[in-house]
């Protein structure tokens, strides 16, 4: 797309309200695009909706008219979540119109570079890990995307003396065109959004786009441990500065000594290993050993990798983030402490909406699990599970659409306690029983762990909102 200034007097058509379809139809408002906001939610589940009228931008609810998308649009501007299979969406594909996320909007605005964080697993601890060293660093950040504020928003406040870290998700990924991060990070990749995306191809492919447009002047942190993300090195204008867990590099961010891959035996205690950063040009700094991280898990341990990295190419001296990674807690709902009772130990673990995100949590916990898990079905058999189910599971709590499933992996997991929780009058009394049924089997030493594996959306609104219930339900126990 062209600077959203270009679009003066042209109709912009917005898809979806939320945030951030609220912060981009005001923004080519004011830049004086004929703007029409179009929801499909009825107008009283569309709150949002009174800012944008106050100001006399055109706001359609409940339906998406047959006429949305006209010839003589200009641009649509879709809200990520927003499927390529929705009708309006298809009009424009039918007309040759422009299809963008407001990712692609906020990079054209934006004063201050860009670092850009997408994986399967870890966006939101490694971009708000990222954002707490820059700031130590000195460094400004203003932390956005996918994280909860409008990266639009955040490009408005920007300035040259900022950096903006984005949690970018591959819905957002994918309607972008010229989006250029001057770092881009990417964690990992595992099958999740498939439904969105129709296969790894397209899924993978969204997930690059984060590198597209880079140049020889940028940067791109590529998790070196994961062979797909690996497989991309090969087609980056950008310089490769990448981490890992498991090898020494020649540039980058590592472990030393490495992590012993599968079936490797371990020949170093815990407390010997340091986290190192090998500059470009051969320059070797220890910067604090892997136990004194403020968050535990191996998994952790790579997000700050990657966040060391992303933050050494933006300009952060490694002496300024020693103590931003000894400081850091974590997010919530991501392995989140949320009480001791009885003797048992209860997290929240609401964020991890994939099999690997919930393998990934059972690792970094030591006492013996009950699992809460369950949510939405895209179609997966979580046969994946399985290993972490047989050698780490106490029980199971199943819930939601996939309670089947997941039971059924259980029982071929061997499990003996696994209790299937059936739909109660509202999804909050569904997820409170869970949480006593969790509590019931848990004993004296051992944690439960909410850890659903899935999308919240058969039941809640979000990830966030299935988290907090959980919260009140352990306090309320």
Not at 122 to 151: D, S, Y
């Amino acid at each position: 797309m062209n600077h959203p200034a270009s679009y003066r007097n042209s109709r912009v058509v917005v898809l979806g309200l939320a945030k951030s379809g609220v912060s981009v139809a005001k923004v080519f408002h004011a830049l004086g695009a004929n703007v029409i906001v179009n929801d499909k939610k009825e107008r009283e589940q569309c709150p949002e909706a009174d800012e944008l009228i106050a100001l006399g931008i055109s706001v359609l609810c409940g339906y998406h008219p047959e006429d949305l998308v006209t010839p003589d649009t200009a641009l649509l501007v879709k809200n990520p979540g927003i499927p390529y299979t929705a009708d309006p969406v298809q009009q424009a594909v039918r007309h040759g119109v422009e299809i963008v996320t407001e990712v692609e909007v906020a990079y054209h605005l934006s004063a201050a570079p860009i670092i850009g964080i997408t994986g399967s697993n870890g966006k939101t601890t490694t971009t708000t890990w990222t954002g707490e060293i820059l700031a130590q660093a000195g460094l400004a950040p203003i932390v956005a995307g996918n994280i909860g504020r409008p990266l639009c928003d955040a490009a408005g406040e920007a300035t040259a003396e900022n950096w903006i870290v984005a949690e970018l998700s591959s819905f957002q990924l994918k309607g972008t065109a010229s989006f250029r991060p001057r770092v881009g990070v990417l964690l990992n990749l595992a099958e999740t959004h498939l439904d969105y995306h129709g296969g790894m191809d397209d899924y993978i492919a969204s997930k690059a786009k984060l590198f597209a447009n880079q140049t020889a002047e940028d940067t791109a942190v590529l998790n070196w441990d994961d062979a797909e993300c690996r497989k991309l090195a090969d087609g980056l204008e950008a310089k490769l500065f990448p981490f890992s867990l498991y090898e020494r590099l020649n540039a980058g961010v590592f472990v030393e000594p490495p992590f012993p891959k599968a079936g490797e035996k371990d020949a170093a205690a815990e407390a010997e290993r340091m986290i190192v950063l090998r500059s470009p040009d051969g320059v070797l700094t220890e910067m604090l050993p892997v136990r004194e991280l403020g968050i535990p898990g191996r998994h952790n341990a790579a997000n700050a990798l990657a966040a060391i990295a992303a933050c050494y190419a933006a300009g952060a001296k490694p002496e300024r983030m020693i103590e931003p990674l000894r400081g850091f807690r974590g997010v919530e709902h991501r392995l989140e402490f949320v009480r001791e009772a009885y003797g048992v130990q209860f997290y929240n673990d609401s964020k991890a909406t994939n099999p690997t995100a919930t393998t990934m949590s059972i690792g970094s916990l030591a006492a013996p699990i009950v699992l809460i898990a369950g949510g939405l079905d895209r179609g997966s058999d979580y046969m994946e599970l399985l290993p972490v189910f047989r050698d780490r599971l106490k029980a199971l709590v199943a819930l939601g659409e996939t309670r089947d499933k997941l039971a059924h992996v259980a029982e071929l997991a061997g499990l003996r306690d696994v209790v299937l929780v059936d739909p109660e009058e509202d999804a909050e009394a569904t997820l409170r029983e869970a949480v006593r049924q969790a509590a019931y089997l848990a004993e004296q030493g051992d944690a439960v762990l909410l850890s659903p594996a899935c999308a919240s959306w058969d039941m809640f609104k979000s990830y966030e909102q299935r988290g907090s219930i959980f919260k009140q339900s352990v306090h309320t126990l």
